[in-house]
């Protein structure tokens, strides 16, 4: 056992600040725990020179130059720059050096993540990454440990906190989505370019991550239906009201016999469920195993405190690891059993079938200029489809040329309901295109 253990950070913004906080202010504490000390010893970043960085100990060695960081010994290596490049080169070359590596970044997981599982394993390596979905959340350490013992049958979650304060605020303020964004960028819950998170891409990314922990396929982030939040209207919240819900963006994982529904989208979410009742910028995540039943874990799902929490604990895991400690890392994550055996169904497991057998309730909200025969056109689409109507609501409106009103549908499956709006957006008396979204029921 080494006499310390010698960690190299690389990216000094958001959560690597934090991060050296939290490393310095708990050092004795964690050098207790760990029995061994934790020593930073170098720090790169593009930009350390513009920063105020005069209390990080002055033993720990600041550079901008990628290779006197690469080259630097370290037992540890922390990747907290975000984006492609460097951070998979710094990623890849420490594994291969037998580094243990620990990152937060999401997007190079949900491409990546079965490459640095391989080069992890192949070069007896650790990799931590819990903080790369749901920030200050352990959810990723729940799947891999707490239920490994259980079959997983679902997964949902707010794992954006930016469009779970956009959608909070509009729901309370009856405001629209344009200026709740730029509230919410002025308070700093959004980014100068929202994008990833408003048009649903970040927690596509968070839950191909969480779909491969939880059942063991990997599943390219592009393959899943992903709608963002940018066309919820507030009429939008009124009706929801009136069944009585609430608007979530929510990644949905789900395993169906032996296939997986994995899905992003804003739902109406039924006011019995828990999740509905998660606000601001708060994450949650339910997760429901076959025997346990449902498990919520609802906390901070950003910010540099909450985030270098869980860096941090990868960290101690690491430096645990590193002592020895190495039973659990690598219990295998690929391609866990998603047929069921008490069923006596030995099936190989491969590639799952994707959203085959989806299956919700439906909302279908429609702006149009009123004329006769409205509800007959909508309804003979429905119709055609084999599609059941379960409500019509009509809002009082003022505006016969701007006309909301909404279709309730009984639980159809989803590349049907793919089918009857792509038929809905043609018609021509539509204001803006019909907004379709799933229901979440109890
Ligand atoms: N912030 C959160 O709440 C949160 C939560 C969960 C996960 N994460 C993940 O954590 C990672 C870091 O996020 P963050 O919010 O801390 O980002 P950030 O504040 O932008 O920090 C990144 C730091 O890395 C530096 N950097 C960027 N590119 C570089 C390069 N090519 N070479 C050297 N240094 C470079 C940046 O310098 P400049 O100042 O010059 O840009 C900045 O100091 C990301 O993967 C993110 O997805 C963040």
Redo the contacts with the bound molecule.
């Keep these: 056992m080494s006499k310390e253990i010698h960690i190299a950070l ?9 991060v050296v906080r939290l490393l310095q202010e708990e050092r004795s504490r964690y050098r207790e725990k760990l029995g061994v000390p934790l020593r930073l010893v170098s720090i ?5 020179r ?2 105020e960085t005069s209390w990080i100990d002055p033993s720990v060695k600041l550079t ?1 130059s ?1 290779d006197e960081f690469l080259g630097t010994p370290a037992d540890i290596v922390v ?5 492609i ?3 998979d080169h710094i990623i890849s070359l420490s594994l291969r050096r037998h580094r243990a590596v620990v ?6 997981l949900a491409q990546s993540a079965r490459r640095y599982f391989e080069l992890a394993r192949e070069h007896n390596a650790y990799l931590g990454f819990e ?5 200050g959340i352990p959810i990723l350490r729940v799947l891999r440990r707490s239920l490994l013992s259980d079959q997983l049958i679902r997964l949902r979650g707010i794992l954006n906190g930016t469009c779970n304060f956009i959608l909070s605020e509009m729901a309370e303020s009856g405001r629209p989505f344009q200026d709740v964004l730029k509230e919410a960028q002025q308070r700093g819950y959004a980014e100068a370019d929202p994008t990833l998170d408003i048009s649903g891409r970040d927690t596509t990314d968070k839950l191909a991550i969480l779909a491969l922990f939880a059942f063991g396929h990997f599943i390219d982030p592009q393959l899943i239906p992903t709608q963002g939040i940018t066309a919820i209207s507030p009429v939008d919240f009124s009706f929801a009201r009136k069944f009585d819900c609430a608007i979530k963006l929510l990644g949905v994982a789900e395993r169906i016999d032996h296939d997986l529904s994995l899905r992003v989208s804003p739902f109406l979410v039924s006011e019995h469920l828990t999740l509905s009742a998660v606000s601001g910028a708060f994450n949650a995540i339910e997760v429901t195993g076959a025997r346990v039943g449902p498990i919520l874990l609802s906390g901070k ?4 405190d ?2 270098a929490v ?2 941090v604990a990868d960290i101690l895991n690491a430096a645990l690891w590193a002592q020895g400690e190495r039973r659990f890392h690598f219990q295998p994550v690929l391609n866990r059993r998603t047929s069921d055996r008490a069923n006596g169904d030995e099936r190989t497991p491969g590639i799952p079938s994707l959203n085959v057998k989806e299956t919700y309730p439906y909302y279908i909200r429609f702006f149009v200029k009123d004329r006769p025969g409205i509800i007959a056109a909508v309804a003979s689409i429905l119709a055609r489809w084999g599609i059941n109507i379960r409500s019509v609501v009509q809002e009082p409106c003022s505006d016969p040329l701007n006309l909301p009103f909404v279709i309730t549908v009984e639980p159809t499956l989803s590349s049907i309901m793919d089918k009857a709006a792509a038929e809905f957006r043609i018609l021509d008396f539509n204001r803006v295109p019909p907004l379709v979204l799933p229901i979440l029921e109890p």
């Excluded at 799902?301 to 540099?304: F, H, I, P, Q, R």
Aim: a neutral charge; glycine letters at 20%.
């Design positions: 690389a990216g000094l913004g958001t959560v690597g600040t934090a790169f970043d593009r930009s350390y513009r920063k901008d990628l990747e907290l720059i975000g984006g490049e460097p951070a990152t937060a970044n999401k997007l190079l903080a790369a979905v749901a920030g799902g950003a910010g540099g909450p985030t869980s860096v």
